[in-house]
């Protein structure tokens, strides 16, 4: 993608046989991508001395193609795909909103047979950790794989946050972060002033409740630096209940000097949907040619569908 943000695409593939049968599934029922693509099965089908050939033997991506081909749906995000304009004896679904792409083909040498024997689903992987992306490819990559957020750290995640909010609302929003914040991640800033306060608490499981000390914290942070408006973001499930009560009653109250206060509170569901907003601004002119890089279709069909051991090392 030239002049573009990299962003997380399925720029490799999944091939395998998928057989003779042709399926009309009645329930849009998609793969549980993340499940699947975290272990998919392989067979060993070939050594010799230290080479090992394997193939997909996986029951799961021979019915996602029968569904996906028939009610031709994003297993990722739910959304309808695209296909692409072939050229040769296949089928290419892409949705151009998440990328994920799959379908079914033939080989150059079967392109008489009736029936396309193969499938195959793109996946990606991280060319690198999490903590070490940029937020275009996590917007995309946690847009597909939300429970992963707390694998990024709480360092990027201040970055990461920043750049949500600032979509989000559409506004110019100043990262600070570092380990001498006193408190603060950022800062919302309005014709040249502060207007809002941003304290980020990223924790290492999603599960659970945010409590009620972050939010005297918080409370404090914004009395000490005379900015009456402050957001608070956690990555937990939820805020406690003692944490709702606090926040609304600091949003109740009106000091001299600072005016009416107003702390807002952004939990795992508020991220999911700033991470919706994000991913749709930062994917919304994007192209098939964009999303998926084949020169030949054909090509995805070649072969004997064998795969290397480096290649089912990635999965395991």
């Given at each position: 993608?030239?002049?573009?943000?990299?962003?997380?695409?399925?720029?490799?593939?999944?091939?395998?046989?998928?057989?003779?049968?042709i399926?009309?599934?009645?329930?849009?029922?998609?793969?549980?991508?993340?499940?699947?693509?975290?272990?998919?099965?392989?067979?060993?089908?070939?050594?010799?001395?230290?080479?090992?050939?394997?193939?997909?033997?996986?029951?799961?991506?021979?019915?996602?193609?029968?569904?996906?081909?028939?009610?031709?749906?994003c297993?990722?995000?739910?959304?309808?795909?695209?296909?692409?304009?072939?050229?040769?004896?296949?089928?290419?679904?892409?949705?151009?909103?998440?990328?994920?792409?799959?379908?079914?083909?033939?080989?150059?040498?079967?392109?008489?047979?009736?029936?396309?024997?193969?499938?195959?689903?793109?996946?990606?992987?991280?060319?690198?950790?999490?903590?070490?992306?940029?937020?275009?490819?996590?917007?995309?990559?946690?847009?597909?794989?939300?429970?992963?957020?707390?694998?990024?750290?709480?360092?990027?995640?201040?970055?990461?946050?920043?750049?949500?909010?600032?979509?989000?609302?559409?506004?110019?929003?100043?990262?600070?972060?570092?380990?001498?914040?006193?408190?603060?991640?950022?800062?919302?800033?309005?014709?040249?002033?502060?207007?809002?306060?941003?304290q980020?608490?990223?924790?290492?499981?999603?599960?659970?409740?945010?409590s009620?000390?972050?939010?005297?914290?918080?409370?404090g942070?914004?009395?000490?630096r005379?900015?009456?408006?402050?957001?608070?973001?956690?990555?937990?499930?939820?805020?406690?209940?003692?944490?709702?009560?606090?926040?609304?009653?600091?949003s109740?109250?009106?000091?001299?000097?600072?005016?009416?206060?107003?702390?807002?509170?952004?939990?795992?569901?508020?991220?999911?949907?700033?991470?919706?907003?994000?991913?749709?601004?930062?994917?919304?002119?994007?192209?098939?040619?964009?999303?998926?890089?084949?020169e030949?279709?054909?090509?995805?069909?070649?072969?004997?569908?064998?795969?290397?051991?480096?290649?089912?090392?990635?999965?395991?």
């Amino acid at each position: 993608m030239h002049n573009k943000p990299r962003i997380a695409t399925f720029d490799n593939s999944l091939p395998f046989h998928i057989g003779t049968e042709i399926r009309i599934p009645t329930e849009d029922k998609p793969i549980n991508w993340s499940e699947f693509i975290n272990e998919p099965k392989f067979e060993q089908v070939y050594e010799n001395g230290t080479e090992r050939k394997y193939r997909l033997n996986d029951q799961r991506a021979i019915e996602e193609i029968h569904r996906l081909l028939n009610f031709q749906t994003c297993p990722i995000c739910g959304n309808k795909m695209k296909k692409r304009k072939p050229d040769f004896y296949e089928t290419i679904l892409i949705c151009l909103h998440c990328g994920f792409w799959g379908g079914r083909g033939s080989r150059m040498d079967n392109v008489h047979e009736k029936i396309p024997l193969r499938g195959v689903l793109g996946f990606y992987n991280p060319l690198k950790p999490l903590k070490d992306m940029e937020s275009e490819y996590l917007i995309t990559h946690l847009k597909k794989h939300p429970e992963q957020l707390p694998k990024i750290g709480p360092r990027k995640a201040e970055k990461f946050v920043i750049d949500l909010l600032a979509d989000t609302l559409d506004c110019e929003v100043k990262l600070i972060g570092g380990t001498r914040d006193k408190g603060v991640d950022g800062y919302i800033i309005k014709n040249d002033n502060i207007s809002s306060i941003i304290q980020v608490k990223w924790r290492e499981s999603i599960n659970g409740a945010e409590s009620v000390k972050v939010i005297r914290e918080v409370a404090g942070t914004l009395l000490a630096r005379g900015i009456p408006s402050g957001i608070l973001i956690s990555n937990k499930d939820h805020f406690s209940k003692d944490a709702q009560n606090d926040a609304e009653l600091i949003s109740k109250r009106e000091l001299l000097g600072l005016g009416k206060m107003d702390l807002t509170l952004l939990d795992y569901h508020n991220i999911i949907d700033m991470l919706e907003i994000s991913n749709t601004k930062l994917t919304a002119n994007m192209k098939i040619e964009d999303w998926i890089k084949i020169e030949n279709a054909y090509d995805e069909f070649e072969g004997a569908m064998m795969i290397d051991k480096d290649f089912v090392d990635m999965f395991i």
